[in-house]
């Protein structure tokens, strides 16, 4: 014969205690999840924050999303994300992490058509004043990068790459 468990706040324990919650993880989340809503919350997301920082990097990180991702947009959660950062086991979910990741990946793809740019003016002799090359260097914006990185086989100067189409948007999208 099969016996439903259920858990909940009232057969789960609240784990305030550093040292209880490093000893039983699974069950100082559990914890966290069933008390999500009470005042002892804080205490039990601080001492989950402490026990895991001192656990190995990756089940501590599985940990700390599992976390993120269930208690999601609510108080809790909220007080979860300012407790930790990590690695992102759960993608699609907007953690902190994630959007973290993403935003410095488009950073680190921006740098690398910057680079690119760079690289590519001086390769064909073109010379870039320090000026320029931080105009270059400093920009996020993809799609004007890529634009750039398009000119870079043409342009003559570096004061080239950097002159919009004389067209305006309405008569270049009509061609």
Partial sequence: MT?????????????????????????????????????????????????????????????????????????????WRDIVTFVNYFPGRGTVMEKAYLEGEAKGEARGEAKAILRFLEARGVSVPQEARDQIAGCTDLDLLNRWLDRTPHVQNVDELFVEDAAPAADRSET
């Fill in 3 to 79: 016996y439903p468990l259920v858990v909940g706040p009232d057969n789960l324990p609240v784990i305030t205690d550093p040292r209880t919650a490093a000893e039983k993880p699974a069950m100082a989340v559990f914890s966290a999840l069933a008390h999500a809503n009470s005042p002892h919350i804080d205490a039990i997301l601080d001492a989950l924050g402490r026990a895991l920082a001192g656990m190995d990097w990756n089940a501590a990180s599985y940990f700390f999303q599992f976390l993120d991702s269930a208690l999601g947009d609510t108080p809790a959660g909220d007080k």
